[in-house]
């Protein structure tokens, strides 16, 4: 098993950047997931933002956060992370941290372990 725990959210004004971390402990080797970023807006579902691949060497992104958004993960310290910068109001959710023993799925539902999330909000 693997727990989860994301941190750095806050509040930003519209432009600014945040980078949230997301730590993953338990009898597992963390390198043997595969992450992920989701995020969930009030009265919206949960939606895919990003995701890397267990060595990092491969990260996929939503259309709507291309160019703004970055995510890297450092094994050696069972962290994975999601630089967000240019940060729009609509950018405001609670983000989570998800890990799937499987690449490349941008499904919430493929994603076994997840964190408690952390709130970002960008105001205008």
């Known amino acids: 098993q693997v727990q989860l725990v994301e941190s750095g959210g806050g509040l930003v004004q519209a432009g600014g950047s945040l980078r949230l971390s997301c730590v993953g402990s338990?009898?597992?080797?963390?390198?043997?997931?595969?992450m992920a970023w989701f995020r969930q807006a009030p009265g919206k579902e949960r939606e895919f933002v990003s995701a890397?691949?267990?060595?990092?060497?491969?990260?996929s992104y939503a259309d709507f956060v291309k160019g703004r958004f970055t995510c890297s993960r450092d094994n050696a310290k069972n962290t994975v992370y999601l630089q967000m910068n240019s940060l729009k109001p609509e950018d405001t959710a609670v983000y989570y941290c998800?890990?799937?023993?499987?690449?490349?799925?941008?499904?919430?539902?493929?994603?076994?372990?997840w964190g408690q999330g952390t709130q970002v909000t960008v105001s205008s």
């Open positions: 998800a890990a799937s023993p499987i690449q490349g799925l941008r499904t919430w539902s493929a994603y076994v372990y």
């Open positions: 338990g009898r597992t080797f963390f390198g043997n997931y595969a």
């Open positions: 890397i691949t267990w060595t990092g060497t491969s990260t």
